[in-house]
């Protein structure tokens, strides 16, 4: 099982360089050249979402990004550290009704580009965990 680990300041600016080293982790992986786009922007969309719920609370903490290749499959994890509100109570710096609103579109636009996305959210940060199959490496004939 192969892991690249990427961290980057919670700032926009850095999100498409995280979209660029995922793509061409994916590729290197084995995902289907035709779903790299969807990988680009479920990526970009998670890694914005973080930035944003960072800068939101005033988290001064890097985003985590884990690209995990392992046999059959491709893995990437977006992870933040901003606190979310569990259901029924209303965590400390919870977004305000439009920046909620925000976070679900982009949950479902994240949800729209990947068939296997998993979100967990609690007072310590949230992960999203989305993957794609991956193709058994051909090597060219010798």
Excluded: N, Y
């Amino acid at each position: 099982m192969a892991t690249v680990e990427l961290r980057f300041s919670a700032l926009p600016e850095h999100v498409r360089t995280a979209r660029l080293v995922a793509a061409a982790v994916a590729r290197r992986a084995g995902v289907d050249e035709a779903v790299l786009d969807e990988v680009r922007l479920a990526v970009g969309e998670a890694c914005t979402r973080a930035v944003g719920l960072h800068q939101h609370v005033g988290i001064t903490a890097p985003v985590k990004v884990s690209l995990v290749e392992e046999e059959k499959q491709f893995s990437i994890e977006v992870g933040d550290e901003a606190p979310h509100a569990t259901p029924g109570a209303g965590a400390p710096g919870a977004a305000d009704d439009a920046e909620a609103e925000e976070d679900e579109m982009g949950l479902a636009v994240i949800s729209g580009l990947v068939d296997d996305v998993e979100v967990t959210a609690g007072e310590g940060g949230g992960l999203i965990r989305m993957t794609w199959p991956t193709a058994p490496a051909v090597l060219p004939p010798v």
